[in-house]
C-alpha cells in the first residue's frame, strides 16, 4: 500500500511506480471513478476512437490526403518553429 499526501491545495502527485503500474506517461491522462464506499478507482484513460479516426484527420478539405513528402514538410516547418 502507498500513502499519498493531500496538499494544501488539496491536491495529490501520483509517484512514479504508481504511474509506470498504470502505464501513464507525463502528458496522458487518468480517469477516476467514486466508489460507493468512500473509495476510489483511478485507472489509465485509454483513447476510445478508431485508427481510422487518425487518418480521417489527415485529409485535405475536399480534397486527397497528405502524401508523405506534404506531411515531411509541415514536420519540418514545425520543428523550424515556423508555422
Given at each position: ?24 506517461h ?6 477516476v ?17 478508431k ?33
Amino acid at each position: 500500500m502507498t500513502t499519498l499526501t493531500v496538499t494544501a491545495k488539496r491536491q495529490i502527485t501520483l509517484r512514479k511506480d504508481l504511474l509506470k503500474h498504470l502505464g501513464v506517461h507525463p502528458g496522458e491522462k487518468v480517469t477516476v471513478d467514486k466508489l460507493p464506499d468512500g473509495r476510489i478507482e483511478v485507472k489509465a484513460a485509454r483513447p476510445t476512437g478508431k485508427i481510422s479516426d487518425a487518418f480521417n484527420f489527415l485529409k485535405k478539405e475536399g480534397g486527397p490526403s497528405l502524401s508523405i513528402e506534404e506531411m515531411s514538410r509541415i514536420k519540418a516547418r514545425g520543428s523550424a518553429g515556423k508555422r
